[in-house]
């Protein structure tokens, strides 16, 4: 049975933590100047928000005095046991390199502009049959289905069944 350990706080989950409690407070306070109906939703949201973030704050604290407090062997022998998680995805998320995370932002970059252009119905079958060849390194027959019925999937249910409208594009 493994036992729980304490890792240590990494710094971008602090500074992101402080930043959605940023804003959070944030449109809390832009909130009250607005008529008791319209900040009511608004408020609770962000009332929510600032709480999560207060806790998941005082969590990081916990979690740093923990770790402070362990023994040196004891790390050592954290750290010995901690190698066979290599694939969680804090540990991907912490230790992804500047070009993964390009990458990341080039492919979120592309399907955005691609759905501007193209609209939400061609966009996600082309998108998802790119992402899953060239990055997903799938096979052809595999990339080409779930392209097919995510586009599909999405078409009949929200053009046809729901008939929400969807992006249509330039072309």
């Known amino acids: 049975m ?3 350990t304490a890792t240590p706080v990494r710094l971008g989950d602090v500074v992101i933590t402080v930043l ?7 449109a809390y306070l832009l909130a009250q100047d607005w008529p008791f109906r319209t900040k ?5 949201l962000a009332t929510a928000g600032i709480g999560i973030a207060v806790l998941k704050l005082g969590g990081h604290g916990v ?12 790390r050592q022998e954290d750290a010995g046991s ?3 998680d290599d694939h969680s995805i804090e540990y991907v998320f ?8 390009l990458a990341a932002l080039g492919w979120a970059a592309a399907f955005f502009v691609a759905l501007c252009v193209l609209g939400v119905f061609i966009t996600v079958p082309l998108f998802t049959l790119a992402y899953l060849k060239i990055s ?3 096979g052809w027959l595999g990339a080409t289905i779930y392209a097919v019925v995510a586009g599909g999937v999405l078409w009949f249910v929200f053009g046809e069944l729901l008939a929400v409208p969807m ?3 330039i072309f």
Do not use: D
């Not at 009511?40 to 609770?44: I, N, R, S």
């Not at 979690?63 to 402070?68: D, K």
């Not at 912490?94 to 995370?101: D, P």
């Open 94 to 101: 912490g230790t992804a390199g500047a070009r993964a995370w």
């Open 40 to 44: 009511l939703f608004p408020g609770l």
């Open 167 to 169: 992006p249509a594009g």
């Open 2 to 4: 493994k036992t729980a």
């Open 20 to 26: 959605l409690l940023a804003v959070f407070v944030g």
């Open 82 to 84: 901690e190698q066979g």
């Open 63 to 74: 979690q740093a005095y923990r770790h402070r407090t362990r023994h040196s062997a004891t």
């Open 136 to 138: 997903g390194s799938a």
